[in-house]
């Protein structure tokens, strides 16, 4: 039976549609393809995915590249260092003069002829011909690093070859990197390091729109900028390691490679693991486990049994979330990592602290007198009839107090209820302050809430206080004095210490702080 013709004109139309919804686009492996911009999709030829998100920005393919051939053979790269500028010229990049050696080659500065500025060009070194299938996908990598238009990504300007050596001449930054900072500082103050770590999982999750991984995140890759802020370099250019008795080629620096990469290639969850191992090493100054073996292979296998080594004495600064987050980044298993770097970077701002100004001590009184105010004028409802029938002429009512005590309860209970969901206290709201933990961050509901247990005791003890003294003669005053007693010391010893902080706040690990923007995750 042949299709309706109606239905005919209706496939074909919506075949057109989709045509004109269709884009050209040259993958890096250099073949082109039809591809819907609101779809995604895959190269035919190397089979490299591209999400959606990736075509909603305009791409970076301000590249040239020339000589590239993909010879069947694969071999490795020649990993001397060379202190001497090799030629003076490549392309229209003029070598000026050294800046490092990495893995595979040097970086030098160098001035570009055509625009008049000076980039930083990247000459990679190697010694055996049969290996030019190997330099041709490094320099496909790099063009696909080209194509990302992200402010944490070093911007690639040019790919080429000068004679038999491959070069690549990027965005020049004043440095260090990562690596030279921990050299020479030992450790990154944990507010650094946490906003670098979003960044970088801000510029993986970009590059993973586009079908890239990293594999080779360290800190010798993450060069600082002149505003103290990261970029991203090397997508795809790590280095050779192999086991000499089975050849099996790993990208990567061992002490941040994933497990799995000894059987598989890597993915997005192997990029977490190496940034699971950075940011301990950023925090901590040192390897999260030591890597047992003399080869390759033996170290990436201790990696199943090695377990993370936290400090024993964690650092006042560092919260313990910041744990909860380098388990799940170094997890044995890919799929107990995060599913996407969109994941993790929301959990990094989770436990990234805020910058802070503590509040004076002036309003911080006059929010405390405000709240307690509030609080006894709530009372006054259930406190008045309590003091009537507690006279000689209401005997016969006294059954009632226990009652009226309970039910008098229900104001404590809304208010603590209400800190404990995060809200701010009426003092605090009018006078536009907040609660932070000490490292900066959101404090824990259970923090709050003893933090305004302590804080408010006037108000839950001061009218007991009053009840015992005068149902209980014996006891005279002692309740009220030492509930005044309490007030004065908590209150004192705000003008004592250095930080100006309450004894509840002392106790409770808490600082009270001029309001900050709403963006910031704090709330109370």
Same mark, same amino acid.
Request: net charge neutral; with cysteine.
């Given at each position: 039976?042949?299709?309706?013709?109606?239905?005919?004109?209706?496939?074909?139309?919506?075949?057109?549609?989709?045509?004109? $919804?269709?884009?050209?686009?040259?993958?890096?492996?250099?073949?082109?393809?039809?591809?819907?911009?609101?779809?995604?999709?895959?190269?035919?030829?190397?089979?490299?995915?591209?999400?959606?998100?990736?075509?909603?920005?305009?791409?970076?393919?301000?590249?040239?590249?020339?000589?590239?051939?993909?010879?069947?053979?694969?071999?490795?790269?020649?990993?001397?260092?060379?202190?001497?500028?090799?030629?003076?010229?490549?392309?229209?990049?003029?070598?000026?003069?050294?800046?490092?050696?990495?893995?595979?080659?040097?970086?030098?500065?160098?001035?570009?002829?055509? $625009?008049?500025?000076?980039?930083?060009?990247?000459?990679?070194?190697?010694?055996?011909?049969?290996?030019?299938?190997?330099?041709?996908?490094?320099?496909?990598?790099?063009?696909?690093?080209?194509?990302?238009?992200?402010?944490?990504?070093?911007?690639?300007?040019?790919?080429?070859?000068?004679?038999?050596?491959?070069?690549?001449?990027?965005?020049?930054?004043?440095?260090?990197?990562?690596?030279?900072?921990?050299?020479?500082?030992?450790?990154?103050?944990?507010?650094?390091?946490?906003?670098?770590?979003?960044?970088?999982?801000?510029?993986?999750?970009?590059?993973?729109?586009?079908?890239?991984?990293?594999?080779?995140?360290?800190?010798?890759?993450?060069?600082?900028?002149?505003?103290?802020?990261?970029?991203?370099?090397?997508?795809?250019?790590?280095?050779?390691?192999?086991?000499?008795?089975?050849?099996? #080629?790993?990208?990567?620096?061992?002490?941040?490679?994933?497990?799995?990469?000894?059987?598989?290639?890597?993915?997005?969850?192997?990029?977490?693991?190496?940034?699971?191992?950075?940011?301990?090493?950023?925090?901590?100054?040192?390897?999260?486990?030591?890597?047992?073996?003399?080869?390759?292979?033996?170290?990436?296998?201790?990696?199943? #049994?090695?377990?993370?080594?936290?400090?024993?004495?964690?650092?006042?600064?560092?919260?313990?979330?910041?744990?909860?987050?380098?388990?799940? $980044?170094? #997890?044995?298993?890919?799929?107990?990592?995060?599913?996407?770097?969109?994941?993790?970077?929301?959990?990094?701002?989770?436990?990234?602290?805020?910058?802070?100004?503590?509040?004076?001590?002036?309003?911080?009184?006059?929010?405390?007198?405000?709240?307690?105010?509030?609080?006894?004028?709530?009372?006054?409802?259930?406190?008045?009839?309590?003091?009537?029938?507690?006279?000689?002429?209401?005997?016969?009512?006294?059954?009632?107090?226990?009652?009226?005590?309970?039910? /008098?309860?229900?104001?404590?209970?809304?208010?603590?209820?209400?800190?404990?969901?995060?809200?701010?206290?009426?003092?605090?709201?009018?006078?536009?302050?907040?609660?932070?933990?000490?490292?900066?961050?959101?404090?824990?509901?259970?923090?709050?809430?003893?933090?305004?247990?302590?804080?408010? #005791?006037? /108000?839950?003890?001061?009218?007991?206080?009053?009840?015992?003294?005068?149902?209980?003669?014996?006891?005279?005053?002692?309740?009220?004095?030492?509930?005044?007693?309490?007030?004065?010391?908590?209150?004192?010893?705000?003008?004592?210490?250095?930080?100006?902080?309450?004894?509840?706040?002392?106790?409770?690990?808490?600082?009270?702080? $001029?309001?900050?923007?709403?963006?910031?995750?704090?709330?109370?």
């Amino acid at each position: 039976m042949g299709m309706d013709p109606q239905e005919t004109l209706q496939a074909e139309t919506q075949e057109r549609t989709q045509k004109r $919804l269709c884009i050209a686009y040259r993958c890096v492996c250099g073949r082109d393809f039809e591809i819907n911009p609101s779809e995604g999709g895959s190269c035919p030829h190397c089979g490299r995915n591209f999400k959606p998100e990736a075509f909603s920005s305009p791409l970076n393919a301000t590249i040239s590249i020339t000589g590239i051939d993909e010879p069947d053979s694969e071999s490795a790269f020649d990993l001397h260092c060379y202190n001497e500028i090799p030629r003076q010229t490549y392309g229209h990049f003029e070598l000026d003069r050294k800046l490092g050696s990495g893995g595979m080659g040097a970086v030098y500065r160098a001035l570009d002829t055509s $625009l008049q500025r000076f980039v930083a060009v990247k000459v990679m070194r190697y010694t055996d011909h049969n290996m030019e299938s190997r330099i041709a996908s490094m320099l496909r990598e790099a063009i696909a690093q080209a194509r990302l238009n992200h402010p944490n990504v070093v911007v690639i300007y040019y790919v080429g070859r000068e004679r038999e050596e491959p070069f690549l001449a990027m965005e020049l930054l004043p440095g260090p990197t990562l690596a030279e900072r921990l050299k020479t500082e030992g450790k990154i103050p944990y507010a650094d390091a946490i906003r670098y770590g979003i960044q970088i999982a801000s510029a993986l999750e970009h590059a993973s729109k586009f079908g890239i991984v990293h594999g080779d995140i360290k800190p010798g890759n993450l060069i600082l900028t002149s505003d103290n802020n990261i970029k991203l370099s090397d997508f795809g250019l790590s280095t050779i390691a192999s086991d000499s008795d089975k050849k099996v #080629a790993v990208s990567g620096t061992p002490a941040y490679l994933a497990p799995e990469l000894l059987k598989e290639p890597g993915t997005v969850q192997s990029d977490m693991y190496a940034l699971g191992v950075t940011l301990f090493e950023l925090v901590f100054g040192r390897y999260p486990f030591e890597l047992k073996g003399e080869s390759v292979k033996e170290r990436l296998e201790s990696h199943f #049994a090695a377990t993370i080594d936290f400090p024993q004495n964690w650092p006042q600064g560092v919260p313990r979330d910041f744990a909860c987050v380098i388990e799940k $980044l170094l #997890a044995k298993s890919p799929s107990d990592r995060y599913r996407s770097f969109k994941e993790l970077e929301r959990e990094l701002r989770q436990i990234q602290p805020v910058n802070t100004t503590t509040a004076a001590i002036a309003p911080r009184v006059m929010a405390y007198v405000a709240d307690q105010a509030f609080l006894l004028l709530c009372l006054l409802p259930f406190m008045v009839p309590i003091l009537f029938l507690m006279g000689d002429s209401f005997q016969g009512w006294q059954g009632l107090i226990p009652i009226l005590a309970f039910f /008098s309860l229900s104001v404590p209970a809304t208010y603590l209820t209400w800190v404990y969901r995060g809200r701010r206290s009426l003092g605090r709201y009018l006078f536009q302050l907040r609660i932070v933990e000490e490292n900066g961050l959101p404090p824990r509901s259970e923090q709050l809430l003893t933090r305004e247990v302590l804080r408010n #005791a006037l /108000s839950w003890l001061g009218p007991l206080a009053v009840y015992f003294s005068l149902r209980y003669e014996w006891m005279l005053t002692i309740p009220e004095f030492v509930l005044a007693l309490f007030v004065a010391i908590d209150a004192s010893v705000m003008f004592i210490t250095s930080k100006r902080s309450a004894l509840h706040d002392l106790l409770c690990h808490s600082r009270v702080v $001029l309001a900050v923007d709403r963006n910031q995750n704090i709330s109370n």
